[in-house]
């Protein structure tokens, strides 16, 4: 009989304090390969605070993340993401001036370790695997046009095709449809969920839309001041009654720090 898998993601106790506020307090749970995990919350719940000790932007005061089964816990979040953790914001975090194309292509020769002056130009590297990521996030047909002139939803896609290119093992998705319509938002996670699955990569993410929650998270976590007030499926977050009574029947719609 083969020996466990261990999940990709592990928060162990985490905990971190501001001025006497504890913005997350001692919050422990895991994201196995393949899955899509939902962090959710009222404004000022803790989930961007968690993000951020997750990818090594902040040092907790307590507790310890491992990376399959690797501590990184403090780590600078260069080595995190050269462990194989990717991110996306918000905001997206592209290069206006830029192609779609060379955009994709200087995560890869970071990822390989390069540097952008030692190269020149990075439209004549890497193109093959670039072209590689951008079919997959649907975006072929836009290569050479700069990032200063796309919709937001194609924007979207191109960031996705970026923080895939260091092959993550995790995938953390801040807001990943914030901006976008509603059948974007659909299209964005449907496709994030197919590539996670494929590839087996972990994915947490923060999400205000419910409906994109429920429909593509295969466990949804729920913080409250600081704290995880619940784990589950969606059908059980969605029916638990201190769920409901801080966050879903509260009206809440944003995703908070």
């Known amino acids: 009989m083969s020996a466990p898998v261990p999940p990709v993601l592990e928060a162990r106790d985490l905990a971190r304090s501001f001025g006497g506020v504890k913005a997350v307090d001692g919050v422990s749970f895991s994201v196995e390969a393949g899955k899509l995990v939902a962090l959710i919350g009222p404004n000022g719940a803790g989930k961007t605070t968690c993000f951020n000790m997750l ?5 907790p005061d307590r507790g ?13 979040p260069r ?14 975090a ?28 990075a439209d004549r590297r890497r193109v093959e695997p670039a072209d590689a990521l951008l079919d997959q996030v649907g975006m072929t047909g836009q290569a050479e046009r700069a990032c200063g002139v796309l919709a937001y939803g194609d924007l979207k896609r191109v960031e996705l095709a970026v923080a895939l290119a ?3 093992k995790l995938l953390l998705m801040d807001e990943p449809t914030a901006g976008m319509a509603p059948q974007e938002r659909i299209a964005l ?13 972990a994915v ?3 999400e205000h839309d419910m409906d994109v929650v429920f429909a593509h998270a ?40």
Do not use: C
């Not at 990818?55 to 040092?59: E, F, H, P, V, Y």
């Not at 995560?107 to 020149?120: E, V």
């Not at 996670?189 to 990569?201: C, P, Q, V």
């Open 189 to 201: 996670m449907a496709l994030t969920a197919h590539i996670a699955r494929e590839r087996g990569i």
């Open 204 to 206: 947490l993410f923060t």
């Open 94 to 121: 592209t290069f206006a001036s830029m192609t779609v194309r060379e955009n994709v292509q200087m995560a890869l020769i970071s990822h390989a370790g390069k540097s952008w002056r030692l190269f020149g130009r």
């Open 166 to 168: 260091n092959e993550p």
């Open 218 to 257: 295969d466990r949804v976590l729920v913080l409250d001041r600081g704290r995880l007030i619940a784990s589950g499926t969606s059908a059980e977050v969605r029916n638990d009654r201190q769920v409901r009574a801080v966050y879903l029947g509260s009206g809440a719609t944003s995703g908070g720090h």
């Open 55 to 59: 990818n090594g932007q902040l040092k």
């Open 64 to 76: 310890e993340v491992l990376l399959a089964s690797r501590p990184i816990t403090g780590l600078e």
């Open 79 to 92: 080595k995190v993401w050269r462990l194989g953790v990717g991110r996306t914001f918000q905001i997206t």
